[in-house]
C-alpha cells in the first residue's frame, strides 16, 4: 500500500495493483466461462483436458484466482481456442 495525498491535503490509503487489474480478472473468467458453455463442456471435463482437478475450474470461475492469465490461457488451449 502507499499514500497519496487528496486534492484538500489530507492521506489516503490506496492500492496499487502487483497482479492484473480486477476488471481483467472478471473478463478472462468471462471469456473462458462462456467458452465452456458454448462448446457444452462441464467442469470436469474443462478440469481434466486441462490436466488440473475439477476444484481449480470451479475456484476459477468464481474470481477466486488471481492471477486469473495464466489459468485462462491453459483452460483456453485445452478447448482448442489458443
Do not use: C, H
Request: charged residues 30%; hydrophobic residues 45%.
Amino acid at each position: 500500500m502507499t499514500e497519496r495525498r487528496n486534492w484538500f491535503g489530507s492521506a489516503e490509503v490506496t492500492r496499487i495493483p502487483t497482479q492484473e487489474p480486477p476488471n481483467d480478472t472478471e473478463d478472462l473468467v468471462r471469456l473462458v466461462t462462456l467458452t465452456r458453455e458454448e462448446e457444452g463442456w462441464t467442469q470436469a471435463r474443462l478440469a481434466e483436458a486441462a490436466g488440473v482437478p475439477e476444484i481449480e475450474v470451479a475456484r476459477f470461475e468464481a474470481l477466486q484466482v488471481v492471477p486469473a492469465k495464466p489459468l485462462a490461457m491453459r483452460f483456453l488451449e485445452a478447448m482448442g481456442r489458443v
